[in-house]
């Protein structure tokens, strides 16, 4: 997602230091990267993130390019929207590819292994066909997309359906974000700012774990884009301060605002942490904080 409805963001990967000749090429222009860097894992990975141009109801071709490296050829098509300026949105959470579940430990599978990645791809899979049978606009992660962050090919196995590369997908951290491999102790996890562009990001809500170890866990801050006449906020709760999360949202609903020169009819507030689940984790000190702290945040 990028600032509007009239911007997408093209993040991607290549194995190598930085190249600064790694572009996107999209709708026959190129753009080159507004962001690259090395990433935090051990693979020897580096990420790149373009902006694009576009408009609600058309469809484009594109591709990415590093030195002698290009991709396949790929479509993405932007809704339109409908008559009343509507628009629809598929909201998912915790995907988290390589968790499993009772059923696989009842037959071994109590660690991470290939065969509950593999099962964890085959439901994820059903939940995104049911998902393209909507149609969206977009679609809208509410985070733990993998189970460790710091598995390179739980993203892998994550990212690899079509509607990634062939419609606009938004995300938001969870707490499976902060996971990183125990035994790579060389690793600093910055993974979902490395897979996932944020744009108007703020320092508020950012998360810098030192680990027992030294290495370092890194979650972007809040931020916000707009869509049509709805503004959505998005809350990194993996940080604790509702303070910080309120004066976020105040200000971003005045720089929206003002940017627009209109107020916008819905405001849309995000975070992974459910207050009011009915789920296991409904008696998490971090659940019952964010209960009592975020009615002022909300208010």
């Not at 790149?48 to 990415?64: D, K, L, Q, S």
């Not at 991709?71 to 998912?92: M, P, R, W």
């Not at 099962?119 to 939940?127: A, C, P, T, V």
């Amino acid at each position: 997602m990028g600032q509007n409805e009239n911007e997408v963001a093209i993040t991607w990967f290549a194995k190598g230091d930085v190249d600064n000749n790694s572009n996107l090429i999209f709708d026959g222009k190129t753009y080159p990267s507004i962001r690259s860097r090395k990433t935090s894992d051990s693979n020897g990975y580096s990420t790149y993130t373009a902006i694009a141009n576009v408009r609600p109801g058309n469809t484009y071709t594109y591709y990415v390019q590093t030195g002698n490296y290009r991709s396949d050829v790929y479509t993405l098509k932007i809704k339109s929207f409908g008559k009343n300026n509507e628009f629809d949105v598929v909201a998912f959470g915790d995907p988290q590819i390589g968790s499993g579940d009772s059923v696989w430990k009842s037959v071994g599978l109590d660690s991470n292994t290939q065969g509950k990645v593999d099962q964890d791809i085959i439901d994820f899979g059903k939940s995104l066909k049911k998902a393209r049978e909507i149609n969206p606009s977009f679609y809208y992660s509410m985070g733990d997309n993998v189970q460790v962050a710091g598995f390179e090919g739980e993203f892998d196995y994550f990212l690899n359906n079509p509607i990634f590369r062939e419609r606009v997908f938004s995300t938001i951290a969870g707490n499976h974000e902060l996971k990183v491999d125990k035994n790579d102790t060389s690793q600093e996890n910055t993974a979902f700012a490395d897979h996932f562009y944020q744009p108007n990001l703020t320092e508020y809500g950012q998360t810098l774990n030192i680990n027992d170890d030294r290495t370092k866990t890194f979650i972007p801050g809040d931020y916000y884009y707009t869509y049509g006449d709805t503004l959505f906020l998005n809350l990194n709760t993996n940080n604790k301060n509702s303070l910080e999360h309120k004066t976020f949202i105040e200000e971003a609903i005045k720089e929206a605002t003002k940017k627009r020169g209109s107020n916008f009819s819905w405001k849309v507030v995000s975070f992974h942490h459910a207050p009011y689940s009915t789920a296991t984790h409904t008696e998490d000190q971090l659940i019952l904080k964010i209960k009592i702290s975020f009615k002022d945040v909300m208010s």
